[in-house]
């Protein structure tokens, strides 16, 4: 049996993609975290490797292995991701960020346990930078670059996306709804809604995390043959 081939829509293009979660150390046994899976991102870089780009995938700890042809840059913390993030993006067309990284991580860290202590204890946290919003703010010195975001919400979803795209200056962002059934945490399934930065949006109905990366990736190319033209 032959498959159709995947058209090269891609080829040569560079894509970085960032998934996963990121852990934020309290102590060298305990962490700050969030259920990302990853799967989204991982679905995004696939695609895009299959259709011929040259991709970069940073992720923060999940089960899923390595992609084969996908160049994988592993990282734990919301600093590691930014570093590897930084570093690749300077020569990418295409950046996609589904990590859910941690907004917070320990002021201080400890280097050794923190054995437990009689009563409450409060933690000290301090902001993570914004990954995303550094590269908007680069923008200048990459006019051509398409930036994308992922956003969830739990009201006012467009507006608060819309604005999100606005700060971070994001060509779009895919918006989710955490009650919206079947695309929780780890699921093979998203239902989203792109949302542009003048709060323009499409509902996308419910498909496979695959076929969400195979949409956003030709409306990022969609963005830049605009951009290049
Ligand atoms: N993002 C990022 N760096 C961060 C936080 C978020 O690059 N430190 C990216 C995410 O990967 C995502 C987008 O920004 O693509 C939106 O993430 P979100 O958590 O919704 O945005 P925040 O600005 O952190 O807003 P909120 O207060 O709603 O968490
Ligand atoms: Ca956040």
Redesign the pocket.
């Known amino acids: 049996l032959l498959t159709p081939p995947v058209a090269q829509d891609l080829a040569g293009v560079r894509v970085v993609v960032?998934a996963g979660p990121t852990r934020e150390y309290l102590d060298p046994v305990r962490f700050i975290s969030n259920p990302s899976s990853g799967k989204m991102g991982f679905a995004v870089a696939l695609e895009a490797q299959s259709r011929g780009a040259e991709v970069t995938l940073v992720t923060g700890p999940v089960t899923l292995p390595d992609l084969a042809g996908v160049r994988m840059v592993r990282v734990e913390t919301?600093l590691e991701m930014?570093a590897a993030?930084d570093e690749s993006a300077q020569t990418a067309a295409i950046v996609v960020?589904?990590?859910?990284?941690?907004?917070y991580r320990a002021a201080q860290q400890s280097g050794e346990k923190q054995a437990k202590v009689a009563g409450d204890v409060s933690i000290h946290l301090t902001?993570?930078?914004?990954?995303?919003?550094?590269?908007g703010a680069e923008q200048p010195h990459h006019p051509q670059r398409v930036l994308?975001?992922?956003?969830?919400?739990t009201h006012a979803g467009i507006e608060?996306?819309a604005l999100?795209a606005q700060?971070?200056n994001?060509d779009f962002?895919l918006l989710n709804y955490p009650t919206r059934e079947g695309t929780s945490f780890g699921g093979d399934d998203n239902q989203v809604t792109l949302v542009r930065p003048d709060a323009t949006s499409e509902d996308w109905p419910r498909m496979s995390k695959r076929e969400v990366a195979r949409k956003i990736l030709d409306e990022a190319l969609k963005v830049r043959n605009l951009r290049l033209s």
């Open positions: 960032s919301a930014k993030v960020m589904t990590a859910a990284i941690a907004d902001p993570n930078p914004d990954i995303l919003a550094g590269l994308v975001g992922f956003a969830m919400e608060r996306a999100k700060r971070k994001a962002i």
